[in-house]
C-alpha cells in the first residue's frame, strides 16, 4: 500500500464550506438568467424555448 507523503491535514471551517458556497452561486446565477430571460422573451417564448431545447436533447 502507497503511504502518503505527508500527514492528512484538517482542513479549516471556511474550506468545508467552500463547495456548497460555490454550488449556492452557481444555482443563483442559472435562476437570475432564467428569470432574466423570462423578463425579456416574455411566459410562451420562454416555455417553448425551454421543451424545444429539451427535445433536441432527447
Known amino acids: 500500500m502507497i503511504q502518503p507523503?505527508?500527514?492528512p491535514?484538517?482542513?479549516p471551517a471556511?474550506?468545508?464550506r467552500a463547495?456548497?458556497?460555490i454550488a449556492g452561486v452557481?444555482?443563483?446565477a442559472v435562476l437570475a438568467g432564467a428569470l432574466a430571460l423570462w423578463a425579456h422573451y416574455g411566459?410562451?417564448?420562454f416555455f417553448e424555448?425551454?421543451?424545444s431545447g429539451l427535445e433536441?436533447?432527447?
Open 5 to 7: 507523503v505527508s500527514p
Open 26 to 28: 452557481a444555482a443563483a
Open 19 to 21: 463547495p456548497a458556497a
Open 49 to 51: 424555448m425551454i421543451v
Open 9 to 11: 491535514q484538517d482542513l
Open 14 to 16: 471556511a474550506g468545508r
Open 43 to 45: 411566459t410562451a417564448v
Open 56 to 58: 433536441a436533447c432527447f
